[in-house]
């Protein structure tokens, strides 16, 4: 890795690692397997400050920025994209919507016990018929009194099942002749256990199986009006704020992932002989390593200067965009070579590659498809040239 990072930042970077490597590591594959969400795991990130990186102290948080946070999810999902998005989702969607549109009583409230770890946090945009066109949601929410009533279901939920907290956009309003059919979304803190809140059914994934994504399914549900973030009817506008700075999070789950497989390329290739040499001896496969790691410190330069963008106050969102379109393409394509140098062997479960493999397709689609990031970038550079 040949990015100079501060001191630390770099600290940082160690202390991660050296947790992942002892507490993650040794049980990936077993939670991969049974579909198990590591509770325990999580409560220690929360000891360490890491469910909270990007939120101040006062809120129960770590108190640092998005360069610190990128290299958490970084160092986490070169181990496990698992633990990389559970930490990532917490973060950028529920808690940061909180943080960045809610009030102060909210944000003691909901924020703190999630920036400290003690509770879980899971985001509700995506519904059955409504994924990037995400404003053509259905699910309702009618003004009654001090209270809204909300209707709907959402699908493919982080946390919708081990979630105690829920940010969920709902429709206040029905879209007006000539208007956007996002106008009129509110967003709303839910909270586990309200009558007619529930999960639906536990998604059975491809990958990043230890990460829970479930439906939620809301049937009458009383929320207090306190529990509406922001004004009625800009719901949707938070959201895609909220989403450009959860997609500088998924470039890094990416990175990390893509990271990984490398490392493991990189290694079995040296102990590997054909032909009477190391494997990594051979032309083609030296070829194959240069473009991988190539790409992946192309993606980490794209991730760490959308991060200090953000951190600087300076616009991001065009550079988050390209970080997560650059990096989710880039950890697929470095995924695909690394079973395709471990050759037979990187096909089964004995060896990491084929997780990675099945792990890193998520990052293309979540959090905006490849599609929509290049929407997005097009848009912004169509207005500056």
């Known amino acids: 890795m040949d990015v100079t990072l501060p001191e630390h930042v770099e600290a940082l970077r160690q ?11 040794p049980h990936v594959m077993a939670w991969d397997e049974a579909k198990t969400f590591p509770f325990d795991v999580v409560k220690q990130l929360g000891e360490m400050g890491m469910m909270g990186v990007i939120f101040p102290e006062q809120y129960g948080g770590a108190g640092m920025g998005y360069l610190e946070y990128a290299v958490v999810v970084e160092e986490l999902s070169r181990v496990d994209g698992s633990v990389g998005i559970t930490v990532a989702a917490h973060n950028s969607l529920c808690s940061n919507h909180i943080y960045s549109m809610g009030d102060e009583r909210q944000k003691q409230a909901f924020l703190v016990p999630l920036a400290s770890g003690r509770a879980i946090g899971a985001w509700g945009l995506t519904e059955p018929g409504s994924g990037s066109d995400a ?3 259905r699910t309702t929410a009618k003004k009654e ?26 429709r206040t309003r ?18 586990k256990g309200m009558n007619g809140f529930r999960a639906g059914k536990q998604e059975n994934k491809l990958g990043l199986r230890a990460s829970d994504t479930s439906e939620l399914i809301m049937e009458d549900v009383k929320v207090p009006e306190a529990n509406l973030l922001g004004d009625d009817g800009v719901g949707f506008k938070q959201a895609m704020k909220t989403l450009d700075g959860g997609r500088i999070s998924i470039g890094a789950l990416g990175l990390g992932m ?23 001896d051979h032309q083609g496969i030296q070829f194959k390593l240069a473009d991988m790691g190539t790409e ?37 394509r470095v995924a695909d070579q690394a079973v395709q140098i471990l050759g037979g062997y990187g096909y089964i479960k004995d060896y990491p590659v084929e997780k990675y493999y099945r792990d890193v397709k998520l990052c293309t689609i979540g959090e905006g498809t490849s599609e929509i990031q290049r929407m997005v970038i097009a848009r912004y550079l169509q207005s500056e040239y």
């Open 15 to 25: 202390e991660v690692r050296k947790f992942a490597e002892k507490e993650i590591r």
């Open 135 to 137: 404003g053509s949601l």
């Open 145 to 170: 009194g001090s209270h809204y009533i909300l209707n709907g279901t959402k699908t493919f939920i982080t946390h919708g099942t081990v979630g105690d907290l829920f940010v969920v956009m709902a």
């Open 174 to 191: 029905p879209p007006q002749p000539g208007h956007s059919s996002a106008d009129g979304i509110s967003a709303f803190v839910l909270e």
């Open 258 to 280: 893509a990271q990984g497989a490398f490392e493991e390329a990189v290694r079995y290739s040296k102990i590997r002989h054909t032909f009477g040499r190391p494997l990594a």
């Open 296 to 332: 992946i410190e192309a993606a980490r330069l794209l991730i760490y200067r959308a991060a200090g963008l953000k951190d600087a106050g300076l616009p991001y969102a065009k550079a988050a965009s390209m970080a997560k379109l650059y990096s989710s393409e880039v950890a697929c």
